[in-house]
């Protein structure tokens, strides 16, 4: 009689510590599962990976999200143009998150997409309840897409760092397209309210922190030896170095379409 309540206890107490671990996943208490794969990584390597990447499918899905509210609720003279527009970026999103999630389980882990593991860790600030008119829901997209830009930027070093060149070329190709629709937000605001516009939102040298709120699990750096951080820098130098040069990897595979349809 009394086993079944004690089960349910300790289910919940590990489902309240899940963010202490960076492979323990949502917090919503499901612990991701991992899988046998032939791809060719250290398995410390694809765990730290896969975090990465299930923290960027939160935010994707949290901006996919937001964009579709703004493209519901906007109001104003500009209704139908931005109506549209809004509509294509969740598109675009919606794309990102495809993507993401189908490179976590190509290295053998699990993508944890599901709406309550976005809204527990996602990095990006929940739009303004107060936002009404076409200027302002284009003002507060600008700096929540600018916040997951800066972020994918350091995600391409940090998939560098980890040896994951493949990954680092995927998000590469991410990036500029989420600059894309950054440039079509921005442009409604360059020459009449450039105030709006916030400058490098998101971005941190560190790359750690979190936009939305609480920290998120997935961003706890992993501990690593002298050695390996030494490793890192000459990483970081040859993945900076292979990325400014089309025809030697990096960005030169970004025409590929990783996962379109």
Same mark, same amino acid.
């Given at each position: 009689?009394?086993?079944?309540?004690?089960?349910?206890?300790?289910?919940?107490?590990?489902?309240?510590? &899940?963010?202490?671990?960076? /492979?323990?996943?949502?917090?919503?208490?499901?612990?991701?599962?991992?899988?046998?794969?032939?791809?060719? =990584?250290?398995?410390? &390597? !694809?765990?730290?990976?896969?975090?990465?990447? +299930?923290?960027?499918?939160?935010?994707?899905?949290?901006?996919?999200?937001?964009?579709?509210?703004?493209?519901?609720?906007?109001?104003?003279?500009?209704?139908?143009?931005?109506?549209? =527009?809004?509509? *294509?970026?969740?598109?675009?999103? *919606?794309?990102?998150?495809?993507?993401?999630?189908?490179?976590?389980?190509?290295?053998?882990?699990?993508? &944890?997409?599901?709406?309550?593991?976005?809204?527990? +860790?996602?990095?990006?600030?929940?739009?303004?309840?107060?936002?009404?008119?076409?200027?302002?829901?284009?003002? /507060?997209?600008?700096?929540?897409?600018?916040?997951?830009?800066?972020?994918?930027?350091?995600?391409?070093?940090?998939?560098?760092?980890?040896?994951?060149?493949?990954?680092?070329?995927?998000?590469?190709?991410?990036?500029?397209?989420?600059?894309?629709? =950054?440039?079509?937000? *921005? /442009?409604? =605001?360059?020459?009449?309210?450039? *105030?709006?516009?916030?400058?490098? $939102?998101?971005?941190?040298?560190?790359?750690?922190?979190?936009?939305? @709120?609480?920290?998120?699990?997935?961003?706890?750096? $992993?501990?690593?030896?002298?050695?390996?951080?030494?490793? @890192?820098?000459?990483?970081?130098?040859?993945?900076?170095?292979?990325?400014?040069?089309?025809?030697?990897?990096?960005?030169?595979?970004?025409?590929?379409?990783? @996962? !379109?349809?």
């Amino acid at each position: 009689m009394t086993t079944q309540p004690t089960r349910q206890t300790e289910q919940s107490q590990r489902g309240r510590t &899940t963010g202490q671990s960076a /492979a323990r996943g949502s917090q919503t208490g499901r612990r991701p599962r991992t899988f046998r794969t032939a791809v060719g =990584l250290p398995d410390e &390597t !694809r765990r730290a990976v896969v975090g990465m990447l +299930n923290q960027s499918l939160a935010d994707t899905t949290d901006l996919m999200t937001q964009s579709k509210f703004a493209h519901w609720n906007v109001k104003g003279m500009n209704f139908y143009q931005l109506h549209l =527009l809004f509509d *294509e970026i969740a598109e675009t999103f *919606e794309d990102h998150a495809d993507v993401v999630a189908e490179r976590a389980t190509a290295l053998g882990g699990e993508a &944890t997409g599901t709406a309550r593991t976005a809204a527990a +860790n996602s990095r990006i600030p929940e739009i303004p309840p107060d936002v009404t008119t076409g200027a302002e829901y284009v003002a /507060a997209l600008v700096e929540r897409v600018g916040i997951h830009a800066n972020n994918l930027r350091r995600e391409i070093e940090l998939a560098v760092e980890h040896g994951d060149e493949d990954t680092a070329d995927m998000y590469t190709e991410l990036s500029r397209e989420v600059d894309e629709q =950054l440039y079509f937000l *921005e /442009a409604h =605001l360059q020459s009449v309210t450039p *105030e709006a516009i916030p400058d490098s $939102p998101g971005a941190s040298p560190q790359g750690g922190g979190s936009q939305g @709120g609480s920290p998120s699990q997935y961003r706890q750096p $992993p501990e690593r030896s002298p050695q390996s951080q030494q490793g @890192g820098a000459q990483s970081r130098q040859t993945g900076t170095q292979t990325r400014g040069h089309p025809g030697t990897g990096g960005s030169s595979q970004r025409g590929r379409g990783y @996962g !379109r349809r």
